[in-house]
C-alpha cells in the first residue's frame, strides 16, 4: 500500500527501522493531498513548510540515535477550531478567518513532543455547530467513499482527510457527536474520551460541559496511541482530571470473553434506515461470537437528550460566542458607534446556523424562561446520566449504531434543521452523560460505511479500545479504502 494509506503504527514502524525517512512520509502525504484535495476540500490551511521542518527535525534526531515516540515523524492535521501558535486558526468562520493565535491547545504541544508532523488545519461546520460540514463559511467537504454526499460534521474534513490519506490521523472536537458521526460516515475510528480525560486548553469552545477533544485514526491500535499522547492533566483546564493515565495499548489482547454488552432498545427505532440496524446488529452478533455475553437494556430517558441539547448547548454557545464583538478577536466591521460596529460585525462574521443557536440559547436563557427552558433541560441532563449508570450496573460496554444513516446528499438536510439534528440521535446522551464513546467500521451500506458505536463508563477508554479491538481484528473494514478515482 501507498506511505499515504498506512496506519501511523505501521509508518512508526517503518520510520523506526529506517526504511523510510519522515521527509520521505510527510512528501507522500503533501503529493496526496495535492491530488485529491481539490475533489474533497477537507483542508481549510496546508502547511508544507512546517511538515517538512518537523519531518527534518525527527530525521535529524533519528539520525542522532535518540529514542523516538511510535508517532514522531508520522503526518497529522487538525481540526480549525483547535489553537495553533502562528497558524491561523479559523472555526471555519469569517469571524476568525485572519484569526492567528498567540499559542497552541495543549493537545498540540503534546503532539509536538512527540515528534508529529503537522500538514495543517481542516475543514468543518462553524464553530463546530453541525452534522454534514455545509456550514463551513469557506467552502463543504465531499465524502471521499461519494463525492456528492456530505463527511458528516462538525470535523468532517478531519474524517474526510483521514480517509482519503491526506492525513494519517487527526484530532476532532466532539460537543454532541462531531467526532463519532462523521467517524462513521468516513468509515473512520474516532473516539470521544470521557469528559475531562483530555485538556480543552486551546480549543475555541462551542459549549464548555460538553466539549471534548478526541483522535480520528485509520484503526483502534492508531486511537489508541493517539489518544495515550494527548490525555491527562493540565492545570490550565480547570475541568481537566488529575487521574493516572493507564497504557492504553496494553489492553488491545483481543480477548473480550465474558464481558458484559448492553444492548440499548431505544437506539434501534423505527425510521431507522433499515440497513444501518441490520449492519450494527450483525456487529452485535460478532461480538458475541467472540464470547462477549450481549443483552437488551432500556435507557428510558433517551428521546428526551436531544431537545435538551438544543438548550443546554445554544445557551452555552451564546454565552461563549457574545466574546466576538470586533474588538478582542478576528473581524471587525466598522459602524456608526459602537454598538452599531458590534451589530455589522456579528451580522457579517456569523453565519445562519451560529445565528439560529446564539439566538435560541440567549433565548432559552432570558429572565422568565430560564427556568422553563435551562434548568429543566439540566434536570433532564440528570435523568440521562442516570439512565447511564443504572445501565453501567449490569454492563461494561453499551453497543449501538453512531448514526441513524448512512452519509447524505450534500444538501439532502441543509434546509432542513430539525432533520439535521437527528442525525446526532445517538451520539447526544453520551456529550450530556460526559461518558466516553467510540465509533468503530462495521460494514458498509450501498458502498457508504456504517459504524459501530461503544459507549463506556466514565474513564474505562481502555475497555472500549478492548472491544474495538476484538471486533477490528475479526474483521477488515478498517483496511478498505475509497476509490476516489485518483
Ligand atoms: N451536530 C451537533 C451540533 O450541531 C454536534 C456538534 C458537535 O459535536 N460539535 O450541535
Request: glycine share 10%; aromatic share 8%.
Amino acid at each position: 500500500m501507498e506511505l499515504y494509506y498506512l496506519t501511523a503504527h505501521e509508518l512508526g514502524d517503518l520510520l523506526q527501522r529506517k526504511e523510510v525517512s519522515a521527509r520521505e512520509v510527510a512528501e507522500s502525504f503533501l503529493e496526496r493531498l495535492e491530488t485529491v484535495d481539490v475533489k474533497v476540500r477537507a483542508y481549510l490551511t496546508v502547511t508544507p513548510e512546517k511538515a517538512l521542518e518537523q519531518a527534518a527535525r525527527v530525521d535529524a534526531a533519528r539520525a542522532r540515535g535518540e529514542n523516538l515516540s511510535p508517532l514522531a515523524g508520522v503526518p497529522m492535521a487538525l481540526k480549525d477550531n483547535l489553537c495553533t501558535e502562528g497558524v491561523r486558526t479559523t472555526c471555519a468562520s469569517k469571524m476568525l478567518a485572519e484569526w492567528v493565535p498567540p499559542y497552541s491547545a495543549f493537545v498540540v504541544r503534546r503532539l509536538e513532543a512527540e515528534g508529529a508532523v503537522m500538514l495543517g488545519k481542516l475543514n468543518m461546520d462553524e464553530f463546530a455547530m453541525g452534522s454534514s460540514n455545509e456550514n463551513s463559511r469557506f467552502y463543504p467537504v465531499h465524502n471521499p467513499w461519494d463525492l456528492e454526499r456530505v463527511p458528516g460534521g462538525s470535523s468532517g474534513g478531519a474524517t474526510a482527510a483521514v480517509a482519503a490519506g491526506e492525513a494519517c490521523y487527526a484530532l476532532g472536537s466532539d460537543t454532541g457527536g462531531s467526532i463519532r458521526q462523521p467517524a462513521s460516515f468516513c468509515g473512520v475510528v474516532g473516539m470521544k474520551p470521557t469528559y475531562g480525560r483530555v485538556s480543552r486548553f486551546g480549543l475555541v469552545a462551542f459549549a464548555s460541559s460538553l466539549d471534548q477533544i478526541g483522535p480520528i485514526t485509520r484503526d483502534v491500535t492508531d486511537c489508541a496511541l493517539v489518544l495515550q499522547a494527548i490525555a491527562g492533566h493540565d492545570p490550565y483546564d480547570s475541568t481537566s482530571a488529575n487521574l493516572p493515565v493507564p497504557d492504553y495499548r496494553a489492553v488491545l489482547t483481543g480477548e473480550i470473553r465474558g464481558l458484559k454488552i448492553g444492548i440499548p432498545k431505544e437506539y434501534f427505532p423505527e425510521g431507522m434506515e433499515g440497513e444501518v440496524a441490520r449492519i450494527v446488529k450483525r456487529a452485535i452478533g460478532r461480538l458475541s461470537d467472540l464470547g462477549a455475553i450481549c443483552e437488551e437494556v432500556s435507557l428510558p430517558h433517551t428521546e428526551y437528550a436531544l431537545p435538551a441539547y438544543y438548550l443546554v448547548a445554544p445557551a452555552e454557545a451564546s454565552s461563549n460566542l457574545a466574546r466576538y464583538d470586533g474588538v478582542g478577536f478576528g473581524l471587525r466591521v466598522e459602524g456608526n458607534d459602537i454598538i452599531d460596529m458590534y451589530m455589522r460585525t456579528r451580522s457579517e462574521g456569523f453565519g445562519a446556523e451560529v445565528k439560529r443557536r446564539i439566538m435560541l440559547g440567549t433565548y432559552a436563557l432570558s429572565s422568565g424562561y430560564y427556568d422553563a427552558y435551562y434548568l429543566k433541560a439540566l434536570k433532564v441532563r440528570t435523568l440521562i446520566r442516570r439512565d447511564f449508570e443504572q445501565a453501567f450496573k449490569r454492563f461494561d460496554v453499551l453497543a449501538t449504531p453512531t448514526s441513524p444513516t448512512v452519509a447524505f446528499r450534500l444538501g439532502e438536510k441543509a434546509g432542513d434543521p430539525l432533520a439535521m439534528y437527528l442525525s446526532d440521535l445517538f451520539t447526544i446522551p453520551v456529550n450530556m452523560a460526559g461518558l466516553p464513546a467510540i465509533s468503530i467500521p462495521c460494514g458498509f451500506s450501498q458502498g457508504l460505511p456504517v459504524g459501530l458505536q461503544l459507549i463506556g463508563k466514565p474513564f474505562d477508554e481502555e475497555t472500549l479500545l478492548r472491544v474495538a479491538y476484538a471486533f477490528e481484528q475479526n474483521t477488515d473494514y478498517h483496511r478498505r479504502r475509497p476509490e476516489l478515482g485518483v
